[in-house]
């Protein structure tokens, strides 16, 4: 363990962070990917016990409500480099400015499409599931519109989740992390296995517990930054940032929506399963999440890092800690499989699933976890990196592709004419990880991405 640390210290330690600093930094992260994660989980098995049609409705607006959370997401996490950055050149009238303009721009945009989600929900379900049969549209459509609603809390408390990340401040995020993922907790158990509301209890504990969330996130965003951020901050736009924060969110967003879109197509070919298919595939992706927390921890880390030496103006740095993690990060996600592996067939246990879909389960999840270690780390550190550079277009345009030749062409070909169901399309996956990997790499280590950042 000494020389572990001693070697870690030597390859991560430097004039910005040490390694000391990095570790306590990711030690937090994780705990944070770890509890909103796990509380899904325990969140989607609640759901399951209603029965397989409300997971399998649930699953089926998982997209939509995906990509329409992405854009305001994208958003934040545009405002959140820009905070990043402006930490790095230690501009303390800029960092506030950033903050008042993320937060009121995520909740300007989530509010619009909020409102255009509520009114759209049904014939959105009908155009893209157009032969489901009836109990999953109305479940579909009811989830749909109160997680819309919960949509626009969520945007508030997202924006000051990601501020807090990129300043440094992991404690402050582990907090609202666990206070708004406690309340919704203790609201779903109370709504959906207390009242027996099903469905709509899920809907309904999201937006009670997002709006505690939010209102939590802003007391300490005012309060604990030590930026001393008033309400007035919020309603002051200063055209270059917001220009700054657009230049780096929507790139980021229209990746997105191309993104979903294409995971649209996935769950049009995916309707033609059954509805054990389809619930079986909603438990492995929300397993899945559990094995991912370490590596949305590195993401994370990645993002306030390599950030904040880039607003230094240090590109050698930048460059170091992006392969650094890279390397740190395929052992570290091992560790973190043969960690949570055991535990496995417990977790299983809460989802009530039947023989035929604990059978598909395990299946796809074997099939990520092999590639997990080996294709993760390349496919995604690189991607945050140049991203924060302003790079953004490029790692929109590898994304998309590569979902279109993973899981939209290569999926369907597996799931459907090869007969493969549900695995094939986890098979896709692994694949689409190792082409955005290959096409990043590339890119990285060139130079063309150094100098893409808007003034």
């Not at 169901?421 to 280590?445: D, K, S, Y």
């Amino acid at each position: 363990m000494k020389f572990l640390n001693s070697r870690l210290d030597s390859l991560l330690t430097t004039s910005q962070f040490t390694y000391p600093d990095l570790r306590r930094m990711f030690v937090t992260l994780t705990l944070d990917q770890f509890f909103i994660c796990f509380i899904s989980i325990i969140s989607t098995a609640l759901v399951s016990s209603v029965g397989e049609a409300a997971i399998a409705a649930v699953s089926m607006v998982g997209t939509i409500n995906s990509m329409v959370s992405l854009v305001f997401m994208s958003l934040a996490t545009g405002g959140s480099i820009v905070v990043a950055r402006a930490k790095g050149k230690g501009d303390i009238q800029e960092i506030r400015r950033a903050i008042g303009q993320c937060v009121s721009l995520s909740a300007l945009v989530a509010v619009v499409l909020s409102l255009s989600l509520i009114a759209l929900s049904e014939p959105l379900v009908r155009l893209i599931y157009p032969n489901v049969e009836p109990l999953l549209v109305t479940y579909a459509v009811e989830y749909m519109r109160l997680m819309a609603i919960s949509f626009i809390p969520f945007s508030i408390f997202n924006a000051v989740f990601n501020i807090f990340r990129s300043l440094g401040d992991t404690r402050s995020s582990l907090l609202l992390t666990i206070v708004i993922n406690v309340s919704h907790l203790i609201l779903s158990l109370l709504f959906i296995n207390g009242l027996r509301m099903g469905v709509t209890g899920s809907g309904l504990s999201y937006i009670t517990a997002r709006t505690l969330g939010m209102i939590l996130a802003v007391y300490w965003l005012m309060r604990h930054s030590g930026y001393y951020i008033h309400f007035r901050s919020f309603f002051r736009f200063d055209p270059k940032i917001t220009r700054v924060i657009f230049s780096l969110g929507m790139p980021l967003t229209v990746e997105s929506l191309l993104t979903q879109g294409g995971m649209l197509m996935v769950q049009i070919y995916l309707a033609r399963l059954t509805t054990t298919d389809l619930a079986a595939h909603a438990v492995s992706n929300s397993m899945l999440n559990l094995f991912l927390t370490s590596a949305n921890a590195l993401n994370a880390l990645t993002s306030t890092v390599c950030g904040q030496c880039y607003g230094a103006g240090h590109y050698d740095l930048t460059r170091h800690y992006c392969s650094a993690i890279i390397r740190v990060g395929r052992f570290i996600l091992l560790g973190t499989v043969l960690v949570l592996l055991p535990f496995t067939p417990l977790l299983l246990r809460l989802y009530h699933a039947s023989e035929q879909g604990l059978s598909i389960i395990y299946t796809a999840l074997g099939i990520a976890l092999a590639g997990l270690p080996l294709f993760w780390a390349d496919g995604n550190i690189p991607a945050m990196v140049l991203r924060t550079a302003g790079d953004a277009s490029f790692t929109g345009l590898v994304s998309v592709l590569a979902l279109l030749l993973g899981r939209c062409a290569l999926g369907y070909v597996l799931t459907i004419p090869a007969g493969l169901g549900v695995p094939g399309i986890w098979i896709a996956l692994v694949f689409e990880w190792l082409i955005r990997g290959i096409a990043l790499r590339v890119r990285f280590h060139g130079d063309r991405w150094l100098h893409q950042a808007p003034a």
